[in-house]
Each structure stands twice: as structure tokens, then as C-alpha cells.
Nanobody
Framework: HVQLVESGGGSVQAGGSLRLSCVVS?????????LGWFRQAPGKEREEVAV????????KHGDSVKGRFTITQDNAKNTLYPQMNSLKPEDTAMYYC???????????????WGQGTQVTVS
């Protein structure tokens, strides 16, 4: 049974930083899989933040966060960390972690989703 648990959200002033984490359990490390971070603000479509293929250095960042957000991963802990710097009010959203077999921006390519963690930038 695959589970994803996000944490690290909170409230921060514009220009500040937050570090989210997504812990994955139930996925076989040897399978190789992709973890993605997406966000959704009220009344808006779900938007890509970053995706990474676990146990490799392959990662991509969404256009709206390039240069400000950086994805790192701890393969031993099956954890993906988006380090979010220079936060803007428009970064305010619920942030979701997802797992799936392919490295994709498409939400339908992800089989498993976490419950989300709220980020509020004022």
C-alpha cells in the first residue's frame, strides 16, 4: 500500500523560504518511480511545481518556480524536498506530492497522491 505524506507547509512573508518534504512508503525503491510536486490555489487549475525521478539526478522545475525552488531527494529515506526560496504571494496554494511510473507534468500520470500541505505567503 503506497502512502505519501507531505509536511513543511506554513505561513511566511514574501521573500521568505520554506522547505517541504514528501515521505513515500510502500513503493519498492528498485522499481524506480517519479515523484512530483503540484500546487493548487482556490479557483485555479492544479499547476506543476517540480518532478524528479527517484534514485537519479533527473529533475525538472515548473516555469513559475525556476530559479527559486530547488528539488532535492534523499533516496535512502524515499523523501523528496522542495526548497522554496524568494516566495511570492502568488505561491500561496495547497501543495501536493504525487508518485507515478513516469516523469511527467500530467497529473493523470500519477497513481498516488498525498493529502497536501498549505503554503501561505503574505
Amino acid at each position: 500500500h503506497v502512502q505519501l505524506v507531505e509536511s513543511g507547509g506554513g505561513s511566511v512573508q514574501a521573500g521568505g523560504s520554506l522547505r517541504l518534504s514528501c515521505v513515500v512508503s510502500g513503493y519498492a525503491y528498485s522499481d524506480g518511480y517519479c515523484l512530483g510536486w503540484f500546487r493548487q490555489a482556490p479557483g485555479k487549475e492544479r499547476e506543476e511545481v517540480a518532478v524528479a525521478y527517484i534514485n537519479t539526478r533527473s529533475a525538472k522545475h515548473g516555469d513559475s518556480v525556476k530559479g527559486r525552488f530547488t528539488i532535492t531527494q534523499d533516496n535512502a529515506k524515499n523523501t523528496l524536498y522542495p526548497q522554496m526560496n524568494s516566495l511570492k504571494p502568488e505561491d500561496t496554494a495547497m501543495y501536493y506530492c504525487a508518485a507515478g511510473p513516469v516523469m511527467s507534468w500530467a497529473t493523470y500520470d500519477y497513481n498516488y497522491w498525498g493529502q497536501g500541505t498549505q503554503v501561505t505567503v503574505s
